[in-house]
């Protein structure tokens, strides 16, 4: 199969580019820490309503992902409608966002239900973008194309961010006037920035039509069921699901609580907060870019699985940075600030590694209902990891909770290890026509 053109795969890549200014300034960034500091604001419990809440809030988005990830990849498959399914996601993420601008001190249920919303949206665009990929380009360059996504993806999101903390100033009840626009930035910059991946990206695929919504719903849940009794044959992209499962689940509860932790355990300056956006995102972009060019060299598996080890380093260095700030005489904030440069190598490369080996497993005739169940089993891993770490930060508070993430990465990396990418790629392409 041959590459597509530069000006596609840069389309493609800008709907990362484009939606991560919705993850850094809503999940988090900004609003994260606004809504379980201000807008709940239960200091005097140590937020731990605050933060169960938008455990809540994130969970249940990702529950309707799990619900309908995998019947709408399987539509789009049956009628080559991707981008309008990525269409209709695009616009759901970018009103829902604007709106978050109305919730105020208090406006607790208004704010969690656009969260609900907004990031039902955003969650399963993720799946929808990541069908295109296998069409791309052949097996073994997609880990540097998924990677090239995955970077630019991290240098929209400091753009994003770098305007919206000079704009808009720190997150606290004094200045809520100020940061309440955050919303509304958000899905501006979503907005422009997606406009490319529209004009660029080619929808490929025989498209099939049937008489009503109904019959289109009957044939995304008989090739879901068909595809659930398929997966023995597909035992090494079972396997991936699995691991994806428990690394996912970490990397949820890092991106959607690594600044509250900050700011509640750390209790860094407005200074180190801004500091250590940058680190991460610099950071991430090179671990995304790097990772993908070795994968291609190395193989998906190994890089992968390099990836996961390296979380749980990152994760037990987070846990350990108050003392550790005590042992070497130095300030735990700027400990953390080094150790946030650690998991920014891994944030963008073992999602860019992950989302590439199930495109090298995956048949392409099937992509988008495999990439469905892709998006199923890493915002099922959601729903446990913040739910999972919810209710044990209300029990142990949030320090040692965060243990958790190290065991999830470690059971995905015991999954992974059980592997075999050669074993995986042979199937997919044995089976690549046997489908329509």
């Given at each position: 199969m041959k590459r597509a053109s530069s000006k596609e795969i840069f389309g493609w890549a800008m709907f990362d580019f484009a939606n991560q200014a919705y993850t850094l300034l809503i999940i988090t960034v900004i609003f994260g820490d606004l809504f379980t500091r201000v807008i709940v604001g239960d200091a005097h419990s140590d937020y731990r309503l605050g933060n169960l809440l938008w455990s809540i809030a994130l969970a249940v988005s990702y529950l309707l992902v799990v619900l309908s990830g995998p019947v709408a990849g399987a539509i789009m498959d049956f009628s080559a409608a991707r981008k309008r399914f990525l269409f209709a996601s695009y616009v759901l993420t970018v009103v829902s966002t604007s709106l978050l601008y109305f919730v105020a001190p208090g406006y607790?249920?208004?704010?969690?239900?656009?969260?609900?919303?907004?990031?039902?949206?955003?969650?399963?665009?993720?799946?929808?973008?990541?069908?295109?990929?296998?069409?791309?380009?052949?097996?073994?360059?997609?880990?540097?194309?998924?990677?090239?996504?995955?970077?630019?993806?991290?240098?929209?999101?400091?753009?994003?961010?770098?305007?919206?903390?000079?704009?808009?100033?720190?997150?606290?009840?004094?200045?809520?006037?100020?940061?309440?626009?955050?919303?509304?930035?958000?899905?501006?910059?979503?907005?422009?920035?997606?406009?490319?991946?529209?004009?660029?990206?080619?929808?490929?695929?025989?498209?099939?039509?049937?008489?009503?919504?109904?019959?289109?719903?009957?044939?995304?849940?008989?090739?879901?069921?068909?595809?659930?009794?398929?997966?023995?044959?597909?035992?090494?992209?079972?396997?991936?699901?699995?691991?994806?499962?428990?690394?996912?689940?970490?990397?949820?509860?890092?991106?959607?609580?690594?600044?509250?932790?900050?700011?509640?355990?750390?209790?860094?300056?407005?200074?180190?907060?801004?500091?250590?956006?940058?680190?991460?995102?610099?950071?991430?972009?090179?671990?995304?870019?790097?990772?993908?060019?070795?994968?291609?060299?190395?193989?998906?598996?190994?890089?992968?699985?390099?990836?996961?080890?390296?979380?749980?380093?990152?994760?037990?260095?987070?846990?350990?940075?108050?003392?550790?700030?005590?042992?070497?005489?130095?300030?735990?904030?700027?400990?953390?600030?080094?150790?946030?440069?650690?998991?920014?190598?891994?944030?963008?490369?073992?999602?860019?590694?992950?989302?590439?080996l199930v495109g090298v497993l995956s048949p392409r005739s099937r992509a988008a209902e495999f990439f469905g169940f892709w998006g199923l089993s890493g915002k099922l891993a959601a729903i446990v990891g913040l739910l999972g770490l919810g209710f044990l930060q209300v029990l142990f508070g949030l320090h040692l909770s965060i243990l958790f993430c190290a065991l999830l990465f470690g059971l995905a990396l015991l999954a992974a290890l059980r592997l075999d990418e050669t074993r995986g790629r042979r199937v997919a392409e044995a089976r690549e026509s046997r489908r329509g």
């Open positions: 607790i249920w208004l704010g969690m239900a656009l969260i609900v919303v907004s990031n039902f949206a955003y969650a399963i665009g993720e799946s929808f973008i990541a069908s295109f990929l296998p069409e791309l380009g052949p097996r073994e360059e997609l880990g540097w194309i998924s990677g090239f996504g995955w970077a630019l993806g991290y240098v929209g999101g400091l753009v994003a961010t770098a305007f919206a903390l000079v704009a808009l100033g720190e997150v606290s009840e004094e200045n809520f006037e100020r940061i309440r626009w955050v919303g509304p930035f958000a899905a501006v910059f979503f907005l422009v920035a997606a406009i490319p991946t529209f004009l660029w990206l080619r929808e490929r695929g025989r498209a099939r039509r049937l008489p009503g919504l109904r019959q289109y719903v009957g044939i995304g849940f008989r090739r879901v069921r068909a595809t659930l009794g398929d997966l023995a044959h597909y035992r090494d992209l079972t396997i991936l699901m699995v691991s994806v499962f428990f690394a996912m689940a970490g990397i949820y509860i890092i991106i959607s609580f690594t600044f509250i932790y900050g700011a509640q355990v750390i209790q860094w300056d407005e200074k180190v907060r801004v500091w250590m956006f940058i680190t991460v995102q610099l950071t991430a972009a090179v671990g995304a870019l790097a990772f993908g060019f070795l994968q291609d060299r190395v193989g998906a598996r190994r890089t992968y699985v390099a990836t996961l080890s390296l979380w749980v380093v990152a994760v037990t260095l987070i846990f350990v940075t108050p003392w550790l700030g005590r042992f070497l005489d130095f300030e735990a904030q700027y400990v953390f600030l080094v150790v946030g440069s650690v998991a920014g190598l891994c944030l963008g490369s073992t999602q860019s590694a992950g989302r590439a």
